[in-house]
């Protein structure tokens, strides 16, 4: 045994890694012991048009298609990875996430990847913006352009909480702006959760007062419930 893995093997057995889902202890570099990694909640609404992502953004604005991934529930599986995916340093997760549902989808038709931006102080802070480990893995895969310089975050509103709906709403449609690169074909919004639906339809709105012909599909790694 080489002395780093006897090392590891001594931190292991003091700090063992747990499953951040059921804290059962793991040996090996995943987020997640077997058992819950092979029951994520998967969604596959990739098989059905007419899914619960499609019909609540539809009403908000003009897309072609969306999918989510995963369900998203307080304290499940799907929360407790999106939490180590935005706040605690791990773009791994989105990393892993993307190697799953690659087999599940053809993004080839689409002509870029577009992430839905969040603000540069933020995302300095946190050292990547959440859905981009995602979505570069799934761009690289299906060797379409992740397009990082349409859309761009203009306002941070750490206080967004305490503001009631309207004014919410009035808040993100200023929060984000175009650069002035043409957008011309189909592009996939993707964005970590689907809530509301007020920030992705806030931007393929956007997108729409520029660029009414630009067709724009969405997708989520995860769908609130
Ligand atoms: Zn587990």
Redo the contacts with the bound molecule.
Sequence with gaps: MEIQSIGQAIFDLFFPRR?L??D?IISFDNP??I??AANLPYTHWHLDKENPAYTKLKKLCNLSSAHSFLYFQHNNVTQKLLHHLKYLNHPEIGILLADKAKSELDLSKFDGIIPVPIHPKKEKKRGYNQVVPYAKTLAEHFEIPLREDILIRKENNPSQILKNRSKRLTTLQTAFGLTNQPIEGHFLLMDDVLTTGATISTCVNLIHTEYPEAKISVMTIAFAQ
Excluded: G
């Design positions: 499953c889902n059921c059962a997640l012991c058992p819950c």
